[in-house]
């Protein structure tokens, strides 16, 4: 099971993301926190992953400069947490991940999915 947790406070819900929501979106979507939590359970239940995937919206996780902010929780805990947010180039790292290196959300997706 992943879990991802989606802030949609105030701060997440003034800023955006531009992503594709699904793969086979011809251009990206400018994306709130709030959209993206949304996006995130509608395509979890159009793709019946339910019992591998559940979104959870959040309280801040601080970051607000970065936002709007996803962590993706696996089996190892917060411990072993992804994190996409916006990110200068000279600070990604395994654990930290800018939303410029997503394809879309539904290939987020099916790639935790899979694992």
């Keep these: ?27 990206a979507t400018a994306l709130t926190g709030p959209e993206l939590l949304q996006g995130l359970q509608t395509l979890i239940v159009k793709k019946d992953i339910e019992a591998l995937a559940q979104v959870q919206e959040t309280s801040c996780m601080r970051g607000c400069l ?13 411990k072993e947490a992804v994190r996409y947010l916006h990110l ?12 410029t290196e997503i394809d879309s959300i539904e290939a987020l997706l099916d790639h935790y999915a899979s694992q």
């Excluded at 200068?88 to 939303?99: D, Y």
């Design 1 to 27: 099971m992943r879990y991802f947790y989606v802030c949609a406070q105030k701060d997440c819900a003034r800023r955006v993301v531009s992503l594709k929501l699904r793969t086979t979106d011809s251009a």
């Design 66 to 78: 970065v936002g709007p902010r996803l962590n993706v929780i696996g089996e190892g805990g917060f």
């Design 88 to 99: 200068p180039a000279n600070r990604h790292n395994g654990r930290c991940v800018a939303w």
